[in-house]
């Protein structure tokens, strides 16, 4: 079945530093790639999306770039902010039939000042 | 807009209690779901509903039903609350073809 598979957290940094966090995905055909942010006490908010191979999504600083032949979706930022501490959600939908997400386990990450 | 609502945002229940949980969303979308959020797991789909009518069983339906009532509202029932129960539930709904999921703030909800 599909799968998506992220680093575990927590994910420490200082202000200022770069960020990765790794997603990989298991799908029979060509799937779009989100990633999703949580923040305290809050909902799921879409961050950026790339619908196929080699586009790149960006929002907020953030970006990831859609990779077949890895099968990866990594998300990056070059300078972290205390603001971005939150839990990280990288998703997958199939583009044939319904369409569901599925959800990697999420990966939170702490910014310290 | 509102986006997506949820009621209640916090909840206790003793076990064997029912309750309903309410979604509603002004986005005149399509599609809605029902999530839960437990440490460690991501989010589990527990029903979906494709279209106003029309609802279907997720990852994890057991213990639960669900009620499309009209375009906007889509609630999520548990007849005799269990504590495997205990969780954070979001409600979702989406309009295009990618899908981008817009989620409401959650309901939590514990068993005892």
């Known amino acids: 079945g599909n799968s998506v598979t992220q680093m575990e957290g927590p994910v420490t940094l200082s202000e200022e530093a770069f960020l990765t966090i790794n997603c990989t995905y298991t799908a029979t055909g060509y799937p779009s790639l989100f990633w999703y942010v949580q923040y305290p006490g809050e909902g799921l908010q879409l961050l950026l999306k790339a619908t196929k191979a080699d586009d790149k999504g960006s929002n907020k600083g953030f970006e990831a770039t859609y990779r077949k032949e890895t099968t990866s979706f990594h998300l990056e930022k070059g300078s972290v902010q205390v603001s971005d501490s939150a839990v990280y959600f990288c998703a997958l939908l199939m583009n044939t039939g319904f369409q569901k997400l599925v959800f990697g386990t999420g990966t939170r990450l702490l910014v310290s000042p | ?112």
């Open chain 2, 1 to 112: 807009n509102a986006g997506v609502t949820q009621t209640p945002k916090f909840q206790v229940l003793k076990t064997g209690q029912s309750m309903t949980l309410q979604c509603a969303q002004d986005m005149n979308h399509n599609s809605m779901y029902w999530y839960r959020q437990d440490p460690g797991m991501g989010l589990r789909l527990i029903y979906y509903s494709a279209s106003e009518g029309t609802t279907d069983k997720g990852e994890v339906p057991n213990g639960y039903n669900v009620s499309r009532l009209n375009k906007r509202e889509f609630s999520l029932r548990l007849e005799s609350a269990a504590p495997s129960q205990t969780s954070v539930y979001f409600c979702a709904s989406t309009v295009g073809l990618h899908n981008e999921q817009f989620f409401g703030p959650g309901t939590r909800l514990t068993v005892l």
